[in-house]
């Protein structure tokens, strides 16, 4: 049984909670996770292992692991420095923010380094050199996302023929997504997830891999676009982007802000600032 007694509380999520660790265990940083998310803790542990093996340098080691027992897993993790960046944003200066999205950009463009051949598998056997994303992957991804919705009777303050035009554009425009190459993708980075360190010239580190999927480097681009929005002042993503990446990434969006908000709602959060952003969407579009 892990003493947490003398831990620092770093970072809370839907998985576990991690703590700064104390000299005892070696320092570093040690996630409690819960029992019933054995199998995100479990794909967290390789996807580390396998950027490890791939020098990619934006995320935390593994210092080591633990099996599950009863009541919790453990992965004990090398400290990266730095702040979140939801809690700087607002203090930073504009050459700060070009700083943090030139190299936020950088740091996803590293995890597309780690290519496979088919979606979901994190085996390093699969690896391969430039795999290329099915047409109608996100085609699906989004369709299922809508059916979801449907069931959840989230939209319902919409007509129904409005409502089912609001999710086939999404749809229809999934297929413009073409020849995205495939890669280990975060799927979940929000700026509670990205950290920034200024005394390295703004070094970014990714934490909290236990919703990675297997995807494209421009499904974490629209994560950072999405969360973004809510920002006085945003950062300018775009100016580090290829063409292709800023149209796929803009096409994700509405993805990312429909997953979110069925999250919150699964897990009982709060769905008011993604459903603000619908409702703002179909008011620019009706």
């Given at each position: 049984?892990?003493d947490i007694t003398s831990?620092?509380?770093?970072?809370?999520?839907?998985t576990?909670t991690i703590?700064v660790?104390?000299?005892?265990?070696g320092?570093g940083l040690?996630k409690?996770?819960?029992?019933?998310?054995?199998?995100?803790?479990e794909?967290e542990k390789?996807?580390?292992?396998?950027?490890?093996?791939?020098?990619?340098?934006?995320?935390?080691?593994?210092?080591?692991?633990s099996?599950f027992?009863d009541?919790?897993?453990?992965?004990?993790?090398?400290?990266v420095?730095?702040?979140?960046l939801?809690d700087?944003?607002?203090a930073?200066t504009d050459i700060?923010?070009g700083?943090?999205?030139k190299?936020?950009?950088?740091?996803i463009?590293?995890?597309?380094?780690?290519?496979f051949?088919n979606?979901g598998?994190?085996d390093?056997?699969?690896a391969?050199s430039g795999?290329?994303?099915?047409d109608d992957?996100?085609v699906?991804?989004?369709?299922?996302?809508?059916?979801?919705?449907?069931e959840?009777k989230l939209?319902?303050?919409?007509?129904?023929?409005?409502?089912?035009?609001f999710?086939?554009?999404f749809?229809?425009?999934?297929?413009?997504l073409k020849n995205?190459?495939c890669c280990?993708?975060h799927?979940d980075?929000?700026?509670?997830?990205?950290?920034?360190?200024?005394g390295?010239e703004?070094?970014?580190?990714?934490?909290d891999?236990d919703?990675?999927?297997?995807?494209?480097?421009e499904?974490?681009?629209?994560?950072?676009?999405?969360?973004?929005?809510?920002?006085e002042?945003?950062y300018?993503?775009d100016?580090?982007l290829?063409e292709?990446?800023i149209m796929?990434?803009e096409i994700?969006v509405?993805?990312?802000?429909?997953?979110?908000?069925?999250?919150?709602?699964?897990?009982?959060?709060?769905?008011?600032?993604h459903?603000e952003y619908?409702?703002?969407?179909?008011?620019?579009n009706?």
């Open positions: 049984m892990i831990f620092v509380e770093y970072a809370k999520g839907a576990g703590y660790a104390n000299e005892t265990m320092g040690i409690i996770a819960n029992i019933s998310k054995e199998s995100k803790v794909k390789a996807i580390l292992k396998l950027f490890e093996a791939k020098h990619i340098s934006h995320v935390p080691k593994l210092v080591y692991e099996s027992n009541l919790y897993g453990v992965l004990h993790m090398t400290k420095e730095g702040s979140k939801s700087v944003s607002c930073l700060e923010r700083q943090v999205a190299n936020l950009v950088a740091a463009r590293s995890m597309a380094r780690v290519k051949m979606f598998y994190f390093d056997s699969l391969t795999p290329i994303c099915s992957y996100y699906s991804r989004m369709y299922k996302k809508a059916t979801e919705a449907e959840y939209f319902d303050w919409m007509p129904n023929d409005v409502r089912q035009a999710f086939l554009k749809r229809e425009n999934a297929k413009m995205l190459n280990i993708s799927n980075l929000h700026f509670d997830n990205i950290l920034v360190d200024f390295q703004a070094k970014i580190a990714l934490l891999f919703n990675a999927v297997a995807g494209s480097s499904l974490d681009f629209a994560s950072c676009k999405y969360y973004n929005q809510r920002l002042a945003a300018d993503f100016r580090y290829t292709t990446e796929a990434s994700l509405p993805y990312v802000a429909l997953s979110g908000l069925i999250w919150e709602f699964e897990t009982g959060g709060n769905i008011s600032s459903m619908f409702k703002k969407l179909h008011s620019l009706p």
